[in-house]
């Protein structure tokens, strides 16, 4: 099957602690993005890469960061100095990253604070 | 930044009718798309219209663009109990890095 896997599906936070978020592709696309979503709003850009070792903050980079050692997978850690990491994140790839192309997403991480 | 929002924020009508979502943006655009979400899942990509097309059809989906006035609609004919969801447009400015901008959705119920 192909598509992105995002795990886990539920993931608590502790205070100050780190968490890292899973996202794997095997559609072998180039770019791969990181989005936060709030209850009832649309969603936010945290980070994107559009090539392996590299990658760009997005809208909402603070508090959050990021790794692309390799073209399927791109984690997400949610650092302590994150204040509201409560939300639903999202991960989604394109072949390019380059514009006019679909997002494929994944199935998201409800993280939640404890 | 919210480049687009949706209008209305929840919409809720009978199978079997038409379901029109507006989308209003506020600066020049390369393309725009339109995403459905179920409740707890991903977004899943619909259609995507640049900016120097009017109309799209896909399916039962009827997508417009008017650049003149900022704005966008998407119309789903004879709706089903499926299509209950939430829609997104998605733009992506002119000279931008290429990236979406999403707007708020619109919760679509469609009752049986």
């Known amino acids: 099957d192909g598509g992105i896997t995002q795990s886990p599906k539920y993931l608590f936070r502790k205070e100050g602690q780190n968490v890292t978020l899973s996202c794997e592709q095997n559609l072998n696309h180039d770019a791969m993005y990181w989005y936060r979503q709030d209850p009832g709003q649309g969603l936010r850009l945290i980070y994107y890469s559009q090539i392996v070792n590299d990658f760009q903050k997005g809208d909402i980079a603070e508090g959050y960061s990021v790794s692309r050692e390799k073209k399927e997978s791109f984690p997400l850690t949610v650092t302590s100095a994150q204040k509201n990491p409560t939300a639903f994140y999202l991960c989604?790839?394109?072949?390019?990253?380059?514009?006019?192309?679909?997002?494929?997403f994944g199935s998201g991480t409800q993280l939640s604070v404890l | 930044s919210q480049q687009g929002e949706e209008d209305p924020q929840a919409l809720s009508i009978q199978e079997g009718e038409n379901a029109t979502m507006n989308c209003s943006y506020k600066?020049?655009?390369?393309?725009l798309q339109w995403y459905r979400q179920n409740s707890g899942r991903g977004l899943v990509h619909l259609i995507l219209i640049r900016s120097n097309e009017r109309e799209k059809h896909s399916g039962r989906l009827r997508v417009t663009l008017d650049t003149s006035k900022k704005s966008s609609s998407l119309l789903i004919t004879a709706s089903r109990a499926a299509d209950t969801a939430s829609y997104f447009c998605?733009?992506?400015?002119?000279?931008?890095?290429?990236?979406?901008?999403f707007g708020s959705g619109t919760q679509l119920t469609v009752l049986p």
């Open positions: 989604a790839s394109s072949w390019t990253g380059t514009g006019a192309e679909k997002l494929f």
């Open positions: 998605a733009t992506e400015a002119s000279g931008s890095a290429r990236q979406l901008t």
């Open positions: 600066t020049s655009i390369n393309n």
